[in-house]
């Protein structure tokens, strides 16, 4: 069955909504990235990383003990945005380009390096780029 045609903007709100089901409290993360593919989410979420305590809140038992948890749940969204990262850009490969526009894709040097580390941003980008130039043909 051949894939149905979409423009580009539906195509990444159909990824933001795919990607927003695998996701529970990271989906903000990718919803900003999906509006604005100048937005890394790695560096979001860096933001949400819990400070050092000072020296004298290291003193407090309950100050460490929720620094702590913080901390915890700050590594847990890190390797859940990692995981996620990997399967969007299997998604976004896989299920939603076609076999042309991956190969025009892959004529990219960066190509391999990029989708292995999870750089579904750059791949949007790239596939937007790649698309014009489609149309223009």
Not at 23 to 44: A, H, M, N, W, Y
Not at 79 to 97: A, F, K, P
Not at 106 to 125: I, P, Q, Y
Request: proline residues 3%.
């Amino acid at each position: 069955m051949p894939k149905k045609k979409v423009t580009v903007e539906v195509f990444c709100d159909t990824m933001y909504n795919k990607v927003s089901s695998l996701i529970d409290p990271g989906g903000s993360i990718f919803q900003k990235t999906f509006r604005d593919l100048e937005v890394d989410p790695q560096q979001t979420l860096m933001k949400q990383m819990p400070k050092d305590l000072s020296d004298e809140k290291k003193q407090s038992d309950n100050a460490v003990k929720r620094n702590d948890l913080l901390m915890k749940k700050f590594v847990e969204k890190e390797i859940r945005l990692s995981d996620n990262r990997t399967v969007l850009c299997s998604i976004i490969l896989v299920g939603q380009c076609t076999k042309a526009l991956i190969t025009q894709l892959k004529t990219n040097k960066e190509f391999n390096a990029k989708v292995e580390s999870g750089d579904f941003v750059w791949l949007l980008k790239t596939i937007t780029a790649v698309s014009s130039l489609f149309f223009l043909i």
